[in-house]
């Protein structure tokens, strides 16, 4: 200020000398009056000061001041849980968010922040003139200092409140530095409808953090504060648009950007990122703080909820294992694949994918659309208990092996078997209908044959069969063995598709279990008091913004072994083997993947689940197919249904963790050896056809000569046994030879069996093929005749509403060779032939049952009962 010079002061002292003294005293009065007028306001509000007490926020943060922001595995945000309030709110050091958003909220609220004492009179002297001069509000006296405290105490817009108003702000000043209260505005004031702080309003309309921000971003935050409702871009971007020019106008004529940067902001257009839709996988999240994956999906606190109690403590950020541009492409599949099969009843689809290393979750969808209501899109399929039909079959195999001594050339039968139940008799059939007779359990796993699986599974006992998959996680197999039966190796129970997944997963590491995992990390943070904010730093589990650093994966050492290694390396091969499955899938199957893929699918009774699991080295897709209310699809089945979402899953998939092939087999476990196609033993010169097996080394020393090819002479006139024919008039042929439980099928199916019947052209060589009276091969001591029904233990109810007769037909398994046989029934002989059937009316009471034949060893005694 310029001081007075000597004449101005001269002409003023001549000017109060003229002045009588009642005129100077009067005078003087008025000064002293209008000082006091001008200071006793600030005497009074640095008395008010005093007195106000610190909002305790800024002492120490309040619970539920941050909301909880959700990421992927590589830190993009999936989602954000509100805070306490409902706000969306992350705690944002000042260190940490730009200049562009600092020069432009001093701009837009108060560019002379630096320099008053909390309260602006300048500011307030110009609204209040151009109150007076337009009749209305041009512009707030409010200073940054004002606002803070307003937010954090409200007050009513009367004179008492705006002078306790200004007290905290003078009080808010003389307690923190202007950065400190500069970080506590960007924090607590409302940058929009529901959203609290600078960087949750930056990441909700621009997808981006605060230091990321260009000008014209920046400068449009700041605009928000003024009107948060009013100026909210997603209702229409024009008065913000307005406001901000207005803005950046400010910071050009406050020096605090220049006029080059001005323009670029100003003809930069508002684009708000793209409103989210689907993309937080919320059935995962909901799993996640629900604790329905359990305390083993890598939560920091045991036991169900424990995630919600880390919300409830604030966490400002977990890091999910999710990847989210795999979550994103399989949503999208899955949409797709429920309208493709919309017009076949297909109403839902859930898929999960499991980094097979750590156990990881990749992908989580648990339903093809959570807002389809129609569809029960808010059911988790991940989670819901389904049957699985023959997803179970490779552990019932692998248990069979280690168990019972089976190998992948293991012969099982594919013929009509009977199995006695609490309800009756269970007699499996094959899906498409027919039977297969003898087939290798390699053949059996890969086509799915359903009545070998149940063959294995009644030599292996329920008991073992549940005990085995319950240690490989579906614990939701939880009734008694008997409630089950043998039917549990078609999936006759319900499990989680997230738990059958981990049982692959388990697979493919050769037998170790681990649990799954959904969380990799948890940052809990609140913002540190104000005092130690501006020299805060980054702890090492966060990165600048705030978002925890991805952690090392860490792979353990290893996990539970619950599967044999090498019987798991053989279930595996058999599951990749492309070749294998072509008799009942075909060529270009949905399972046929440009890489190497171990496969299964399944399909429930009644067509209302169908599954499609498998994996790569690396990953584990499971899907399932169906309806969330249980009502069946229109015929379709898993290689139709689940198969193609579970093909594109894999492929998608194997863009984020790129396929390899399987490990070779370790020679010092395991053989590779040829075998006879049909026996899967040693082949002979009688055998046609040889295959290539993978097999233990202990099973492949002791694999024994094929026995189910023999050459026989043949006298060519007839076609029957040559006895003591001439040679001329004889050829050798192959034929193959079925025991008892075959051979029914085998004739049937009109298999190349050796004749029964000597050549009547040719003289008798006794004790060889062919000589009148000897039996002929397959007919002697090793041969054995059994029951083929009823079944040991079966139940049969006699129906007192049906008048006429009511009987069963008892069957025979019998080998070549004999020609007749004799059901002993309670003691009596009957005598029949083939086809060694005999209808028995149905007697009351006990019964015991067993069939002989002369030449042939006799089967075991069978006991039944009618009621």
């Not at 409103?275 to 995962?284: D, I, M, N, R, S």
């Not at 006895?723 to 029914?744: I, K, M, Q, S, W």
């Amino acid at each position: 200020m310029r001081a007075p010079s000597p004449e101005g002061a001269g002409r003023a002292g001549r000017w109060l000398a003229r002045l009588g003294p009642r005129a100077r005293r009067i005078l003087r009065r008025a000064a002293q009056i209008a000082v006091a007028l001008a200071v006793a306001p600030w005497l009074l509000l640095a008395a008010l000061a005093a007195l106000t007490p610190l909002p305790p926020e800024l002492g120490a943060p309040e619970d539920h001041a941050v909301s909880t922001v959700l990421l992927d595995r590589h830190g993009t945000v999936l989602r954000e849980l509100r805070a306490g309030d409902g706000a969306r709110a992350r705690w944002l050091p000042l260190s940490e968010a730009g200049d562009r958003i600092q020069r432009a909220l001093l701009a837009a609220e108060d560019k002379r922040f630096a320099r008053h004492p909390g309260v602006d009179p300048i500011a307030i002297a110009r609204a209040v003139g151009q109150l007076a001069a337009e009749r209305r509000v041009v512009s707030g006296g409010s200073t940054i200092t004002q606002q803070l405290a307003r937010t954090l105490v409200p007050r009513p817009r009367t004179a008492r409140g705006k002078l306790g108003e200004a007290a905290l702000a003078v009080r808010i000043e003389a307690s923190l530095s202007k950065r400190e209260i500069l970080e506590q505005y960007l924090n607590r004031v409302a940058f929009g409808p529901g959203l609290r702080g600078v960087e949750a309003a930056s990441r909700f309309y621009f997808d981006k953090p605060t230091r990321d921000l260009s000008l014209a971003e920046a400068a449009a935050l700041a605009s928000m504060p003024r009107g948060p409702a009013l100026y909210d871009p997603r209702r229409g971007t024009g008065p913000l648009e307005r406001r901000r020019n207005r803005v950046l106008d400010r910071m050009l004529a406050a020096g605090l950007a220049g006029e080059a940067e001005v323009a670029r902001a100003r003809a930069e257009p508002i684009a708000l990122a793209p409103k989210g839709g689907g993309l937080g996988a919320p059935h995962l999240v909901r799993a996640v703080l629900g604790g329905a994956l359990g305390p083993g999906a890598g939560l920091p606190a045991e036991g169900p909820g424990a995630a919600s109690r880390i919300v409830d403590r604030r966490a400002t950020s977990i890091t999910l294992t999710i990847d989210r541009g795999l979550q994103r492409e399989i949503e999208v599949l899955a949409q797709q694949t429920v309208r493709g099969l919309s017009d076949r009843d297909v109403g839902a689809a859930a898929v999960v994918v499991i980094e097979n290393a750590t156990g990881e979750i990749l992908a989580y969808v648990g339903s093809h659309d959570i807002d389809d209501a129609a569809g029960l899109g808010h059911n988790d399929g991940v989670l819901a208990l389904r049957q699985p039909g023959s997803a179970l079959k490779p552990f019932v195999y692998e248990l069979a092996m280690e168990k019972l001594g089976f190998t992948a050339a293991t012969v099982l039968p594919d013929v009509e078997l009977s199995f006695p139940t609490a309800d009756g008799n269970y007699a499996p059939r094959n899906y498409d209908g027919r039977f297969h007779g003898p087939v290798r359990l390699r053949d059996a796993l890969a086509n799915s044959y359903n009545v070998p699986a149940v063959w294995a599974a009644a030599a292996l006992g329920p008991e073992r069969v549940l005990a085995r998959l319950r240690e490989l996680g579906l614990r939701s197999l939880d009734r008694e063995p008997s409630r089950y039966g043998v039917a549990i190796a078609l999936g006759d129970g319900e499990v989680r598709l997230v738990d059958l997944a981990n049982a692959y997963a388990t697979l493919a590491r050769g037998g170790l279990y681990l649990p799954v995992r959904a969380v990799r990390s948890f940052a809990p943070s609140s913002p540190p008091p104000p005092s130690s904010q501006a020299a805060s730093s980054v702890s090492p589990a966060s990165s600048g913004s705030g978002t925890p650093a991805e952690p090392p994966a860490v792979l353990p050492e290893r996990g539970a072994r619950v599967l044999d290694a090498a019987r798991a390396r053989v279930v595996v091969d058999i599951l990749a083997d492309d070749r294998a499955r072509l008799a009942s899938f075909g060529e270009g199957n949905a399972l046929d993947l440009p890489f190497p893929v171990a496969a299964k699918t399944g399909t429930s009774k009644g067509f209302r689940d169908n599954i499609a699991v498998g994996f790569t080295p690396d990953v584990t897709v499971a899907v399932w197919v169906g309806n969330f209310d249980g009502s069946p699809m229109g015929g379709v089945s898993g290689i139709t249904g689940a198969g193609p979402l579970f093909r594109d899953a894999m492929l998608a998939a194997a863009r984020v963790r790129p396929p390899r092939p399987f490990d070779p087999p370790d020679p010092e476990q395991l053989a590779e050896v040829e075998v006879c196609a049909l026996s899967g033993m040693r082949p002979t010169a009688a055998c046609p056809h040889h295959r290539r097996e993978l097999l233990p080394r202990g099973d492949a020393a002791a694999l024994s000569p094929c026995d189910m090819h023999e050459t026989v002479r043949i006298d060519r006139r007839n076609g029957l046994r040559a006895g003591a024919c001439p040679d001329a008039t004889v050829e050798e042929r192959v034929f193959e030879r079925y025991d008892a439980e075959l051979t029914a099928w085998a004739r049937a199916a009109g298999r190349p069996l050796a004749p029964d019947a000597a050549s009547p052209l040719c003289g008798a060589l006794a004790g060889l093929d062919g000589a009148p009276g000897a039996p002929p091969a397959g007919a002697g001591a090793g041969a054995r005749v059994r029951v083929a029904y009823p079944p040991d233990g079966a139940r049969f109810v006699l129906d007192p509403s049906i008048n006429s007769l009511q009987a069963i037909r008892l069957r025979a398994d019998v080998p070549p060779g004999v020609p007749r046989v004799r059901f002993v029934l309670d003691g009596r002989p009957i005598e029949v032939g083939p086809p060694f059937a005999l209808d028995w009316p149905l007697v009351a009471g006990a019964h015991r049952l067993r069939v002989d034949a002369d030449g042939a060893t006799a089967s075991e005694e069978i006991a039944f009962s009618v009621e």
